[in-house]
């Protein structure tokens, strides 16, 4: 018993200290602040997605830095980003080729952990919200039958992963989002349901940062 109440007494002072240095490491790291920008080659994934249905766009916004250790840090970022897709259909419902444009606002949550000193990798959740929606192409999506923000979910929530180069001022990197949230709301035909566009977000982003303080 004796024993038990030692080794608790240890941990307890060893898990105290460790509190204590890292909130001292929080306190007295240099926050960083900077912008970010950059090229989106975004897609969605469905059961069989096809790679030539890439769509190239941007993304732009703002980032905090907090150090908890001299390896790790907290990034997160606020920004603009372009998704979607350019999608083939054929079935009962919709037939013809769709491009849909998806303007978010993304929220990324990192962990970021530096492997050498311009070396460093990141990963973790984030959410989005959508705040506007363009659709064109032929046959069903030409026009005759209409798509607006309301005919998609208006949050997406994915995991982020990616690899980065830090420099002094400057950095470069690139990330990996895939969604795990249908970008389609359901819709219903004579008591059918069915969604269109009926797939997740799948997004490669490469961009440059840039420090301001």
């Given amino acids: 018993m004796k024993n038990s109440i030692k080794t608790v007494a240890a941990l307890a002072l060893l898990i105290g200290l460790g509190s204590t240095r890292t909130h001292a490491q929080v306190n007295t790291g240099d926050a960083q602040f900077g912008v970010k920008g950059g090229v989106n080659f975004s897609n969605m994934y469905t059961e069989d997605v096809d790679d030539n249905n890439v769509l190239t766009s941007f993304n732009a916004g703002v980032y905090a830095l907090l150090p908890i250790t ?4 907290i990034q997160a970022e606020v920004l603009y980003s372009r998704k979607g897709s350019e999608l083939v259909y054929d079935n009962a419902f919709a037939s013809g ?3 849909f444009k998806l303007n978010y606002i993304e929220v990324p949550i990192l962990v970021k952990g ?9 990963a973790g959740p984030y959410v ?5 929606a363009e659709v064109s ?3 069903t999506f030409d026009g005759s039958q209409s798509y607006d923000n309301d005919d ?5 929530a994915g995991l982020s992963a990616g ?7 400057v950095g470069f990197g690139a990330r990996y989002n895939y969604g795990l949230t249908t970008v389609g709301k359901e819709r219903s035909i004579a008591g059918v349901e069915y969604t269109v566009p009926d797939g997740k977000n799948s997004n490669v982003s490469v961009y ?4 301001l303080n």
Avoid at 152 to 156: A, L, S, Y
């Fill in 114 to 122: 530096n492997i050498t000193k311009n070396l460093s990798v990141h």
């Fill in 128 to 132: 989005a919200y959508l705040i506007d």
């Fill in 163 to 169: 690899i980065g180069l830090d420099f002094d001022r």
């Fill in 97 to 99: 080729t769709a491009k």
């Fill in 137 to 139: 192409g032929e046959g």
């Fill in 152 to 156: 998609f979910k208006k949050f997406d």
């Fill in 70 to 73: 001299d390896f790790a840090a």
């Fill in 208 to 211: 440059m940062t840039l420090k």
